[in-house]
């Protein structure tokens, strides 16, 4: 298998597991504000994605892959809404774990990773491209 061949599969395995990470945070976001329907039930939690390297013998190289997605288990934040159907008997409503902040900053890492894969992927069919010129003289 060739070099270049090789490159675009690695860098592929980086623009799935990426691609995968922007859903979770993406759902994260949408979720941000969901509280349970009824008190007492609990709201979205937040989800975290997780990756492990897997070496592949065919490449000779690791990948990227999304391992499981886990659950942040930090505490739900509490507000005073005694008029809301998921209040408890002291007015207390449970929202999401998930602080938009650190989200968009998870959002905007994620991004540069896949920006950094795609332009291997660019750069290798570049190669390609200018290799197949050559050969062609």
Do not use: W
């Not at 900053?105 to 894969?117: H, K, L, P, S, V």
């Amino acid at each position: 298998m060739s070099d270049f061949v090789k490159s675009l599969a690695l860098a592929a395995s980086g623009l799935n597991a990426q691609s995968a990470r922007m859903r979770i945070i993406a759902e994260n976001l949408a979720n941000a504000d969901s509280t349970g329907k009824t008190a007492g039930e609990d709201p979205y939690r937040r989800r975290i994605p997780t990756f492990e390297s897997v070496f592949n013998r065919e490449l000779e190289g690791s990948e990227v892959k999304v391992g499981r997605v886990t659950y942040d288990m930090s505490a739900f934040e509490q507000r005073y809404e005694p008029g809301h159907p998921a209040a408890d008997t002291n007015g207390y409503v449970l929202y999401p774990n998930v602080n938009s902040l650190i989200e968009a900053m998870d959002m905007r890492e994620a991004q540069r990773t896949y920006e950094a894969n795609l332009n291997v992927v660019t750069s290798t069919r570049q190669m390609i491209g200018q290799t197949i010129d050559i050969l062609r003289r």
